[in-house]
C-alpha cells in the first residue's frame, strides 16, 4: 500500500488561507496527478472561451434580480444567465423590465419554487437540456423572521428553513452531480452578517444562516478536489423588500415595534428589542445596495481562487475578524452582550 500527494487549497477566507499537504508519494502518481491537473487547465481554457452558464434563485426582486441582470448584461458576454421566478413572465413585471434587451438573449427566466422538489429537477434539466452544463449557482432565495422564539410558529419555522436551508440544500444536490462530472463549477451561496454572529431576534433567520455556513465549510473542502469552488457571501444591511416581505407574511418587521406591539412578550424582551435602532455597530455599518452585492458576487464568480467568504461592508469584515479569532467563542459572546446591557438596564438591571 503506497502513500499518495494530494496538495489542496482548502478553506479560503479572506481572513485567512489555509493549506494542508498530506504525505508523500511516488513519481508515477504525480505524473498522473499532473497529467490530471493539465487536463483541467485546458477544460478551464475551453470553457473561458465560451459564456459560462449560470443559475441564480431568488430573481423576482432584491439582490437575485440585480444579480441576474448584472452577470446577464456583462460587456464580456461571459455569462448565459437563467434566473429563477416564482410566477409566470407576464406577472414578474420587475424582472421583465429590467432585464431589457437581455430578456430571452442571455437572460432566461425559469419558473422555480425551491421548496418544490419536482421544480428543482425540471429547472436544472431544462437548462442542461438546452446548454449541456451548469458552471455556476447563485442561491439567494430567502426570507427573514424577526420574533422572540417562543412566539414564532412551527408553521413559520418549518417555511423559513425550507426556502433558506432546505432550497439551497434541494439546488446544491442538483447540481452537484453535474458539475462533479465536468470537474468544474462555482456554487456562491448567500449567508449574511447574521452567518457570523447570532444578532438578538434573528433566532430562526440566524440559525438558517449558520446551517448554510457549515454546510459549505463541508462543501468546500470536497469541492476542491473536483475543481468545484463554494463561496459564501455575507453582506450586512441591504435595501432589499426583504423586511416589507417579512411584514406582510407576518414574519415580524424592521426595528422594535413587531416586538413591542406583542401582549406575550415579556418587558426585558420589549427593551432589548431596541438595540437594532440604537446599536452604535450597528450604526457603523450602513444599508448598500442590491447591486453593490451583485458587484461581490461577480468576484465571486470571476475570481481566480475565489475566497470562501467574501464580506462586501467593512463592518462585516471587522465582526469576522473578532468572531473568528477565538477559538473558543468566549470573547464574542462577552462582546456582543455587553453591546446589550445598556437596553437591558432599561428594563431594570438587577
Known amino acids: 500500500m503506497f502513500r499518495s500527494t494530494v496538495q489542496a487549497l482548502l478553506a479560503r477566507s479572506s481572513i485567512s488561507t489555509w493549506r ?11 505524473g498522473l496527478l499532473c497529467q490530471r491537473k493539465q487536463g483541467l487547465a485546458m477544460s478551464a481554457n475551453r470553457q473561458s472561451q465560451q459564456p459560462r452558464v449560470v443559475v441564480v434563485t431568488g430573481c423576482s426582486s432584491g439582490i437575485g434580480l440585480a444579480t441576474a441582470n448584472l452577470l446577464a448584461k456583462d460587456r464580456e458576454k461571459r455569462f448565459i444567465v437563467y434566473g429563477s421566478i416564482l410566477g409566470s413572465l407576464d406577472e414578474e413585471q420587475t424582472f421583465r423590465e429590467t432585464a431589457g434587451n437581455a430578456l430571452n438573449d442571455t437572460l432566461f427566466p425559469v419558473r422555480l419554487d425551491v421548496t418544490k422538489d ?6 436544472v434539466a431544462m437548462v442542461m437540456e438546452k446548454q449541456g452544463r451548469i458552471d455556476i449557482l447563485v442561491n439567494n432565495a430567502g426570507i427573514c423572521t424577526k420574533k422572540t422564539l ?5 408553521s413559520d419555522i418549518r417555511r423559513l428553513y425550507d426556502i433558506n436551508l432546505f432550497g439551497y440544500l434541494r439546488m446544491m444536490r442538483a447540481v452537484l452531480p453535474i458539475m462533479k462530472k465536468q470537474e468544474s463549477g462555482r456554487i456562491i451561496n448567500m449567508s449574511s452578517r447574521n452567518g457570523i454572529e447570532g444578532a438578538p431576534y434573528l433566532n430562526i433567520y440566524t440559525s438558517s444562516k449558520f446551517a448554510v ?10 469541492g ?5 469552488w463554494v463561496s459564501l457571501i455575507q453582506p450586512g444591511a441591504v435595501s432589499t423588500p426583504i423586511y416589507e416581505t417579512m411584514r406582510s407574511s407576518g414574519l415580524g418587521g424592521l426595528g422594535s415595534k413587531s416586538i413591542s406591539d406583542n401582549p406575550d412578550v415579556h418587558e426585558i424582551d420589549r427593551k432589548l428589542s431596541m438595540y437594532r435602532d440604537h446599536d452604535l455597530e450597528w450604526s457603523k455599518c450602513p444599508s448598500i445596495t442590491a447591486e453593490d452585492v451583485a458587484h461581490v458576487i461577480l468576484r465571486a ?3 481566480v481562487k475565489p475566497h470562501f467568504r467574501y464580506q462586501p461592508q467593512e463592518a462585516v469584515a471587522a465582526l469576522a475578524e473578532r468572531k473568528y479569532r477565538d477559538p473558543t467563542g468566549d470573547e464574542f459572546i462577552d462582546y456582543s452582550a455587553d453591546r446589550l446591557r445598556p437596553f437591558y438596564g432599561k428594563a431594570g438591571d438587577k
Open 224 to 228: 476542491r478536489f473536483f475543481n468545484i
Open 118 to 123: 419536482e421544480d428543482v429537477e425540471a429547472a
Open 150 to 154: 417562543e412566539t414564532i410558529s412551527m
Open 301 to 303: 464568480a470571476t475570481d
Open 20 to 30: 494542508f499537504t498530506l504525505g508523500a508519494s511516488r513519481s508515477t502518481n504525480i
Open 213 to 222: 455556513e457549515g454546510l459549505c465549510e463541508e462543501t468546500a473542502v470536497i
